[in-house]
């Protein structure tokens, strides 16, 4: 992976020093030399500043111009590359070697892009080995070759490769960050936790281990850390000119799926909550209303919901996720992203929707029953020799009547108000308020 730390003047002194191209004389250009060394220095510049498409236009403007050496192809790769345009960055990088076979920058962005498809990451892990054979002092290709055996499941390999990157260069986020992935996609969450905690320490405002440790500590249920690491996202994202376009698309993404996995989950749930209380199970032979719904009726899809209107709360947005448009997969009232997963601190919270609709009609309840000592309390202002030993329907009603009271509360499950032995009103059904 090409690194911008010293990038920047190693580029232009091989540029000025190694790579002075011969022109044939019979053929007439539009740029000089010059222009070709500011058009470079841009282009690096560009890259330095992650405008990757403003880096794409001038390399490839410099190979057309017939300027052709390897480093001018490897950045036009690179640019490429940080664009998602992998076959054509591959073309790029394939035609620096055939310039340069043992250019290391170049074998180590091919080796990467290889690596990212299973198909291909074994040719890419012996790209990445010459990379580091050829310069084994570098350790940005140390840590590039920890991510390809990482990809393959070599773990061992893998940490020795990031531990190695760090001794040679104790100023390089990368390997620390990517330690701590490996060891979180290893289940060794502890390891991960202090990795993620030293990028911190080297850059506060380092986007991606901020949201690592977020889905941790969600993972764990921890609620304080989550939510702290949560705000320190939100503050990140909130800065556009210092964070990586695609690191920040990728968390704004997941983030929105889950999101949107929550609202079609609770949508899901009330769907099936509603064809239990309606529905009778005509082969139940106690003839319960408890009605059994097979699996399949929770396979529903995207398209089906909306027919039904169960999103009309949410008219105009669009619940699917952002990145691939595809619809969520549905496993007995649970959505997951078949992309994203779901972050526990969303989905995994609903359990039982009968559990949701309970604390939300006992929150009611609550409600009523504050407004009722407080009717009580007024009334006994005005009339303190009056004591009122229990309530009822017609206690309630005078109350009313009486002006202490705008409206009839009432509990919405079915539950009597009454009174406690300290004058407070509890129901029968949510009992009293804390």
Known sequence: MMKTNGFRAFLLCTLFFSCVISVPVSTV???????????????????????????????????EAGYEFAEAYNNLGYARMKLKKNFEAIFEFKNALRLNPDF??????????????????????????????????????????????????????????????????????????????????????KAAIAEYLKV??????????????????????????????????????????????????????????????????????????????TLIDKASPTGDKETYIAPSEYLISYEEFSKKNLFYFFEGTELRCPETGKYYTNYINHVICPVHGSLSVFTARVHDIKQIRFNYHKNICAECRKMLDYALFLRAIDHPDEKLSSIGDDEIRSLVESGYLRD??????????????????KCSMHGASN
Request: some cysteine; overall charge neutral; charged content about 30%.
């Open 200 to 277: 911190i320490s080297m850059r506060r405002d380092h986007l991606m281990a901020n949201y690592r440790l977020f889905k941790i500590y969600s993972r764990l249920d921890d609620k304080p850390l989550m939510a702290n690491y949560l705000f320190n996202m939100f503050k990140i994202l909130r800065n556009v000119s210092k964070v990586d376009k695609h690191e920040r698309t990728a968390v704004e993404n997941e983030i929105l799926c889950n999101l949107k996995a929550f609202i079609v989950e609770v949508a899901i749930n009330f769907n099936a909550e509603i064809k239990k209380m």
């Open 104 to 189: 290391a920058d170049a074998l180590n962005n091919l080796g990467l892009l290889y690596s990212e498809k299973m198909s291909t990451a074994q040719m890419g892990l012996q790209y990445l080995k010459r990379a580091v054979e050829t310069d084994p002092n570098n350790a940005n290709y140390h840590d590039s070759l920890g991510v390809g055996y990482h990809r393959l499941g070599f773990i061992k390999e893998a940490e020795v490769e990031f531990k190695t990157a760090n001794l040679i260069d104790r100023t390089l986020i990368s390997p620390v960050y990517n330690l701590g992935y490996l060891y979180e996609t290893n289940d060794r969450k």
């Open 408 to 425: 009839l509360p009432n509990c919405p499950d079915g539950g009597k108000f009454l009174t406690d032995e300290n004058g407070f009103v």
């Open 29 to 63: 250009y539009a740029e000089t030399r010059e222009d070709i060394r500011k058009l470079y220095k841009a282009g690096v510049d560009y890259i330095v500043d992650s405008n990757f498409e403003a880096a794409e236009a001038v390399f490839k403007k410099i190979i």
